[in-house]
């Protein structure tokens, strides 16, 4: 399995980014995916995450800014972040798991990561 994101950079507080997530090898359209992040100094946190049947988590954190979606015909998971803030800077991950959202908060599989820097 290979993950691979695309999408971050940097952008002033109240920007969009929208990351993606290109999978390979063994995953289908019934895995659960999703993004996890993790700032420097803190433990790394599942901020979106979409099950094989198609439900959604978000924490608190960022409901109502991030948006997570699939293209199963393309293999690709996205995250669409409107209304950045500063404290969403963090490497973003995109992870892999079994078929629940359950199972996202002990992931499978991982990808390298891509950088998300939000200025003030």
């Known amino acids: 399995v290979q993950l691979v994101e695309s999408g971050g950079g940097l952008v002033q507080a109240g920007g969009s980014l929208r990351l993606s997530c290109v999978a390979s090898?063994?995953?289908?359209?019934?895995?659960?995916m999703g993004w996890y992040r993790q700032a420097p100094g803190k433990e790394r946190e599942l901020v979106a995450a979409i099950a094989g049947a198609g439900s959604t988590y978000y924490p608190d954190s960022v409901m109502g800014r991030f948006a997570i979606s699939r293209d199963n015909a393309k293999n690709t998971l996205s995250l669409q972040m409107n209304s950045l803030k500063p404290e969403d800077t963090a490497m973003y991950y995109c992870a892999a798991a079994e078929h629940t959202i359950a199972a996202m908060f002990d992931p499978a599989y991982w990808g390298q990561g891509t950088q998300v820097t939000v200025s003030s």
């Open positions: 090898g063994s995953i289908s359209s019934s895995n659960s």
